[in-house]
């Protein structure tokens, strides 16, 4: 009876080991595919830092950089306008940022000269192909001899004039003008003032009105 138990317990404490070695093994083989799982999520979440980041660093600056540039505005092969800058920025969404200031002249259908505008910075969105004028804007007619000036002030070259809701000031041989908005000709030929403000009349040196 002795020797039976003894051959029992032996058999129990093989199958015992036996088992534990199957559960080891059965463990042991997850482990690869545990360290698989946890290095593709370790790559994941760094290909995710690294989008991120990527999308933080997208150049936003322009495409090309014009200097010393001209641009002519002509309708049915005349030129209408000429614009100059020192510097001029081709954005990536094809709008043009002005940040030095621009030039423009104007001209009639036979070719002269008809006004010029100036501004200490411009942007032009190619959406609506207008230019938007900032900045100490000066426009002087040569006919009528009156000169606009305002801080901004937008220039539709298709339609061939030119509006603002800011404060303006027109001067003239014979009056100073104040007043806030405006619509004009491109040339300043015609304009008219939203909400006139105030006329003030240039005295000559005698002290008399200028008639």
Not at 41 to 47: G, I, M, N, P
Not at 109 to 124: E, M, P, Q, V
Not at 174 to 181: K, L, N, S
Request: aromatic share 10%; proline share 3%.
């Amino acid at each position: 009876m002795r020797q039976l138990a003894y051959s029992q317990e032996i058999k129990e404490g093989r199958n015992f080991n036996m088992n534990h070695i199957v559960k080891v093994a059965n463990e042991l083989t997850h482990w690869p595919l545990l360290f698989f799982l946890a290095t593709l999520s370790l790559f994941s979440s760094c290909d995710s830092e690294m989008s991120k980041q990527a999308e933080k660093t997208i150049y936003q600056g322009p495409m090309r950089t014009l200097e010393d540039a001209t641009i002519f505005h002509s309708d049915s092969g005349k030129l209408k306008a000429k614009v100059v800058a020192k510097k001029i920025f081709n954005l990536q969404n094809e709008d043009r940022e002005v940040p030095e200031g621009m030039f423009i002249t104007f001209y009639e259908k036979d070719g002269s000269k008809s006004a010029t505008l100036r501004s200490d910075y411009a942007y032009y969105t190619s959406e609506n192909k207008i230019w938007r004028a900032e900045g100490n804007v000066i426009v002087n007619n040569f006919s009528n001899q009156e000169t606009l000036k305002t801080e901004e002030l937008f220039w539709d070259p298709q339609a061939g004039n030119v509006n603002t809701e800011k404060f303006v000031k027109i001067e003239t041989p014979e009056e100073v003008i104040t007043g806030t908005g405006l619509t004009a000709k491109q040339d300043f030929s015609s304009w008219s003032l939203k909400q006139p403000e105030g006329i003030f009349v240039i005295e000559d040196e005698q002290g008399e009105e200028n008639r």
